[in-house]
């Protein structure tokens, strides 16, 4: 079994999707387009926490969407869940919720991005 296959076999069901639906199963596009998120998540992280601690709710929440969008191309369910009820918790007005939600997303975005 080729490298290329062996990889793409270990890599999770929800971006094994991804890559064949958003990226016509480009795993060298899709790994290209990951790195470049990652990167702008460091930018996201820092500017999701100053929004956090300002208690800016329309900037938490304009983040979280934009967020939504990398994260489903990503094929990263999972934390499309937690963007949207950071999404929703901050369209609610609710800055305790929404920091909760913040930390969780936080915490998973820097572990993708260190990977």
Same mark, same amino acid.
């Given at each position: 079994?080729?490298?290329?296959?062996?990889?793409?076999?270990?890599?999770?069901?929800?971006?094994?999707?991804?890559?064949?639906?958003?990226?016509?199963?480009?795993?060298?596009?899709?790994?290209?387009?990951?790195?470049?998120?990652?990167?702008?998540?460091? &930018?996201?992280? $820092?500017?999701?926490?100053? %929004?956090?601690? #300002?208690?800016?709710? !329309?900037?938490?929440?304009? @983040?979280?969407?934009?967020?939504?969008?990398?994260?489903?191309?990503?094929?990263?369910?999972?934390?499309?869940?937690?963007?949207?009820?950071?999404?929703? &918790?901050?369209? $609610?007005?609710?800055?305790? %919720?929404?920091? #909760?939600?913040?930390? !969780?997303?936080?915490?998973? @975005?820097?572990?993708l991005g260190s990977r």
């Amino acid at each position: 079994m080729a490298a290329h296959d062996r990889q793409f076999r270990d890599m999770a069901p929800g971006v094994r999707t991804a890559i064949a639906n958003n990226f016509d199963g480009d795993v060298q596009l899709y790994e290209a387009f990951a790195m470049s998120c990652a990167e702008q998540f460091a &930018h996201d992280i $820092a500017a999701g926490q100053a %929004s956090c601690d #300002a208690g800016d709710l !329309a900037a938490l929440h304009r @983040l979280a969407h934009n967020l939504k969008s990398a994260l489903t191309m990503l094929g990263h369910d999972e934390l499309f869940a937690v963007a949207h009820t950071l999404e929703s &918790h901050a369209a $609610a007005g609710d800055l305790p %919720s929404a920091r #909760a939600s913040w930390r !969780a997303l936080r915490a998973e @975005l820097s572990l993708l991005g260190s990977r």
